[in-house]
C-alpha cells in the first residue's frame, strides 16, 4: 500500500470503506417520531406532550419525562439519533466509566470537551491546507492527560470524518484499558516493523473513531521516537485520518513527550486544578516554543 505522498506505507492494509465512516444524506427526524418508531409512544402520547410542552414553557423531552412517557436515558438516546451522535447508552456498560463524552454526551459537565473541540477545529487542527498529529501534553503524573485525550477522541469521532487516538505513553499505557481493547500489538510493533492487520482497532459504538494502543512497553521508548519510522508513521496517519491524537508519557519521564510533539507539529497542554505543579507546566509550554511546536491551547482539568 502506498500513502499519499506516495510513500510506502508501514502500515498494514485497511479496509477503506469501513474507514471512510462517510454517510448519504439524512433528514432529521423529530425527537417525537423517533420516541414513537423506538419506544412505542402513541400518537395520543406525543400530543399530550406537545400540549405540555406549550403550556408550561419546557422542552419536548422534558414534557415527555415530567408526563412519564419516556425515561430521562430514553431521551438522551433518542437526541442522540436525531443528530447522529455516536452515544454509548446504558446498554453499553462495556465502555469505561472515564469516557464521559460516550456516556453524557448532552451533560453540562461535557460541554467544555465540545468546546474544546471547536476551538481546535477553529485553530486548524485537522484542516486539508495544514494536516498535522497533535501531541495531548502534560508536566506531571496525574494531571488527567489520558482521561482528556480519550475523551477529546470521542468528541472528534462523533464528526463525519476519521479520527484515530494514538496511545504514544510508553512509560504507562492505559488506552487500550479505556477503550477496553487488546494491548498486545500496537505503535511499538509498527515501529519495529511487526504489524498486523489488527494493529488500528475500530472503537465500540463509534464508527468513526479507531485506536492504535501502545502495545508491548519497550525497554528504550525515547530511542523508538527518534527513529524516521516514527515520522513516516505520523505522516501515513495523517494521510488517512482527518484528525490524529496522540497520548504522550507525562514531561517528568523526561524528554518523549517534546519529541513526539516535535514530530506531531502542534500540540494541547493539560494541568489539573490543585494538582499541577505551575512551574513545570511553564517550563514544558517554553520547551514547547523553543521546539517549534504549535501550541493549541492550555487546558485546566477540573474532572
Known amino acids: 500500500m ?3 505522498s506516495g510513500a510506502k506505507s508501514i502500515l498494514p492494509a485497511i479496509d477503506d470503506a469501513r ?15 423517533i420516541l414513537r418508531r423506538t419506544k412505542g409512544l402513541s400518537a395520543e402520547s406525543i400530543q399530550r406532550a406537545l ?23 430514553d431521551v438522551v438516546w433518542a437526541l442522540s439519533q436525531q443528530f447522529h451522535y455516536a452515544y454509548a447508552g446504558n446498554a453499553s456498560s462495556e465502555l469505561n466509566d472515564e469516557l464521559v463524552v460516550a456516556h453524557k ?20 487542527f485537522g484542516s486539508a491546507d495544514d494536516r498535522a498529529a497533535m501531541a495531548v501534553v502534560s508536566a506531571n503524573r496525574g494531571d488527567g492527560k489520558t482521561f482528556i485525550a480519550a475523551n477529546l477522541a470521542v468528541a472528534f469521532g462523533q464528526l463525519p470524518g476519521r479520527t484515530v487516538v494514538v496511545d504514544a505513553d ?15 500489538t500496537g505503535l511499538t510493533t509498527v515501529l519495529s516493523g511487526r504489524t498486523d492487520a489488527s494493529v488500528i482497532r475500530s472503537v465500540k459504538e463509534f464508527p468513526n473513531l479507531f485506536l492504535l494502543p501502545a502495545g508491548p512497553t519497550p525497554p528504550n521508548p525515547s530511542e523508538l521516537f527518534l527513529k524516521p519510522a516514527f515520522s513516516l508513521l505520523l505522516n501515513e496517519l495523517t494521510n488517512k485520518f482527518d484528525y490524529v491524537i496522540v497520548d504522550t508519557p507525562a514531561a517528568e519521564h523526561g524528554s518523549d513527550a517534546r519529541v513526539i510533539a516535535s514530530r506531531c507539529g502542534a500540540s494541547l497542554a493539560i494541568s489539573r486544578k ?22 493549541s491551547g492550555v487546558v485546566m482539568n477540573e474532572f
Do not use: C, W
Open 19 to 33: 474507514v471512510t465512516g462517510a454517510q448519504g444524506a439524512v433528514q432529521d427526524p423529530m425527537l417525537g417520531e
Open 105 to 124: 454526551p448532552f451533560d453540562d459537565s461535557v460541554e467544555i470537551f465540545r468546546d474544546l473541540r471547536t476551538q481546535l477545529l477553529l485553530n486548524g
Open 51 to 73: 400540549d405540555y410542552q406549550r403550556e408550561q414553557g419546557v422542552r419536548f423531552g422534558e414534557a415527555v419525562v415530567r408526563l412519564r412517557l419516556a425515561t430521562s436515558d
Open 274 to 295: 490543585n494538582h499541577s505543579k505551575l512551574p513545570e507546566l511553564q517550563k514544558l509550554v517554553t520547551q514547547m516554543s523553543k521546539s517549534q511546536v504549535k501550541i
Open 170 to 184: 510508553l512509560r504507562s499505557p492505559r488506552l487500550h484499558q479505556i477503550f477496553d481493547s487488546s494491548g498486545s
Open 2 to 4: 502506498k500513502s499519499r
